[in-house]
């Protein structure tokens, strides 16, 4: 979320607008890392097109097949439009620390593959990783894509969470997954499902036009 504000223009706003796709109105979780050791972190991404006050936003880890939560965390300040918020694990490798906006040693980042994480706005669930009360075994998922041992990423084509937390949960239906220990993918978020594009990737050259 460590964004660069600029102020655009009426009319560059849209042309933006005029290139959009299918349209979000979704906060959700954009990556999920369990790797090696402590190397453990979340991202949420905001597209909602709107910014988010990060105090209406909050965190929940269910623990092997626990019904209520071990811990739960809200956040301060803004998350703009676009942009993504990093909870990483405090004793993670720096590639994962050097892109957090928040650390925790523990907390909602102590998840080992058979846990279930839930992403909250204003009380209301918006995410799920898992399933609430139900335990595993090892990890959600088949191989190559599973909660154990993996980074996912959320699908580009992916426009809002999964709200339903009793269901079944199946990484690779709307997630990609990518090998242990990949942490390229953090700090930001692609996807085709914003009017208003990506504020860290898609509007780069934008930016630049204003330093
Ligand atoms: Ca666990
Ligand atoms: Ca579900
Ligand atoms: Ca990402």
């Not at 839930?118 to 898992?130: A, E, N, Q, R, T």
């Amino acid at each position: 979320m460590r964004s660069f504000k600029i102020v655009l223009t009426a009319s560059l706003l849209l042309a933006f607008a005029g290139t959009a796709a299918a349209q979000s109105t979704c906060l959700y979780f954009s990556e999920y890392i369990e790797g090696t050791g402590y190397n453990k972190a979340l991202e949420i991404y905001n597209a909602t097109e709107t910014d988010i006050d990060l105090s209406l936003v909050s965190v929940e880890l269910y623990p092997n097949g626990a019904s209520t939560p071990s811990a739960t965390v809200s956040f301060g300040g803004v998350l703009h439009n676009g942009d993504v918020f990093v909870i990483g694990h405090a004793m993670a490798y720096a590639a994962i620390t050097g892109q957090s906006d928040v650390l925790y040693n523990g907390s909602v980042v102590n998840f080992n593959g058979d846990d279930t994480v839930v992403l909250k706005l204003g009380g209301s669930i918006v995410d799920v990783i898992g399933q609430v009360g139900l335990d595993p075994g090892t990890a959600w998922g088949v191989n190559p894509c599973t909660t154990l041992d993996h980074t996912l990423v959320r699908a580009v084509d992916v426009c809002c969470g999964d709200t339903v937390t009793s269901d079944a949960f199946i990484p690779a239906a709307s997630w990609v997954c990518s090998a242990v220990d990949t942490f390229g993918f953090l700090g930001l978020h692609a996807s085709n499902c914003q009017a208003v594009a990506n504020d860290d990737a898609a509007w780069g050259a934008v930016k630049s036009m204003y330093r």
